[in-house]
Antibody, heavy 121, light 108 residues
């Protein structure tokens, strides 16, 4: 059974940093691209970033480019999102999602339950 | 960037009704279109991939059609457990991978 468990969310002040983690199990992690998708309270889904299976291809939404860094550790079956210079508009539930392909960003087919990031003073 | 426009933004229908949700892309995306269901407080769930392929385990009352710029998600007979928000998503041109604004389905 595919399982994705996010952690690392919480309350942070504007300008602060946070590192999200996603622990994967139930599939060969190193064979799949991974994604981060977020959802602000009461809003729709917004893609944040994608990384290919071997980290060769990495993409970011314009709204987070230069502030967020996606990475993965295939030996540890883990996905990460380093978030710096956080803003109030980054407040959202952040979902880790497996991609159906090894290349970055096509079909997020399995999703974790999400971790809430709140940016407020 | 490719924009995805869903309509309606919400709908109310009776159990057993046929429900249709549309999604329009701002440019041709071939069949690079997925549909998701999100129930309140839960993570999204993939329903349809590549415009018309039913994900394993998804009830056959769900179907998808379309190509190019115009796509449709149909629920042939609405059930109480189908109450959710539905999103389309394109992946023809990355970045960005984009979602539609969502359609909230309620029971009348």
């Amino acid at each position: 059974e595919v399982q994705l468990v996010e952690s690392g969310g919480g309350l942070v002040m504007p300008g602060g940093s946070l590192r999200l983690s996603c622990a994967a199990s139930g599939f060969t992690f190193s064979s799949y691209a991974m994604n981060w998708v977020r959802q602000a309270p009461g809003k729709g889904l917004e893609w944040v970033s994608s990384i290919s299976s071997s980290s060769t291809y990495i993409y970011y939404a314009d709204s987070v480019k230069g502030r967020f860094t996606i990475s993965r550790d295939n030996a540890q079956n883990s996905l990460y999102l380093q978030m710096n210079s956080l803003r109030a508009e980054d407040t959202a539930v952040y979902y880790c999602a497996r991609d159906a392909s090894s290349l970055a960003g096509s079909t997020p087919d399995y999703w974790g339950q999400g971790t809430l990031v709140s940016v407020s003073s | 960037d490719i924009q995805m426009t869903q309509s309606p933004s919400s709908l109310s229908a009776s159990v057993g009704d046929r429900v249709t949700i549309t999604c329009q892309a701002s440019q041709d995306i071939s069949n690079y279109l997925n549909w998701y269901q999100q129930k309140p407080g839960k993570a999204p769930k993939l329903l349809i991939y590549d415009a018309s392929n039913l994900e394993t385990g998804v009830p056959s009352r769900f179907s998808g059609s379309g190509s190019g710029t115009d796509f449709t998600l149909t629920i042939s007979s609405l059930q109480p457990e189908d109450i959710a928000t539905y999103y389309c998503q394109q992946y023809d041109n990355l970045p960005p991978l984009t979602f539609g604004g969502g359609t909230k389905v309620e029971i009348k």
